[in-house]
């Protein structure tokens, strides 16, 4: 089982990044899709989740209106759009796939938004 997470980097405040996860080593179409993220000094917190059909999204309260999850159960992949980012945005961007009584994570990836 993998989960692989791309598309961080440094953006200056007010800029976009879409976020990549890709999934392999089970049945992606069956498993409701998370992102979190974790600050330094921080606890995790829920970013978006999207149900495994994608008929049902989620979003963190500072997040609404600026990131989108979506996900392509073709390409066993989860994406998240972030628009409008903030520096209080910089952290650690982790994806979680959750169903069937298992529960998956992957390695993370940086985002940092500073000018």
């Known amino acids: 089982v993998q989960l692989v997470e791309s598309g961080g980097g440094l953006v200056q405040p007010g800029g976009s990044l879409r976020l990549s996860c890709a999934a392999s080593?089970?049945?992606?179409?069956?498993?409701?899709m998370t992102w979190y993220r974790q600050a330094p000094g921080k606890e995790r917190e829920l970013v978006a989740t999207?149900?495994?059909?994608?008929?049902?999204?989620n979003y963190g309260d500072s997040m609404k209106g600026r990131f989108t999850i979506s996900r392509d159960n073709a390409k066993n992949t989860v994406y998240l759009q972030m628009n409008s980012l903030k520096p209080e945005d910089t952290a650690v961007y982790y994806c979680?796939?959750?169903?069937?009584?298992?529960?998956?994570w992957g390695q993370g990836t940086q985002v940092t938004v500073s000018s």
């Open positions: 080593g089970f049945t992606f179409s069956a498993y409701d």
């Open positions: 999207i149900t495994s059909v994608g008929r049902s999204t």
């Open positions: 979680n796939a959750k169903g069937l009584g298992r529960n998956y």
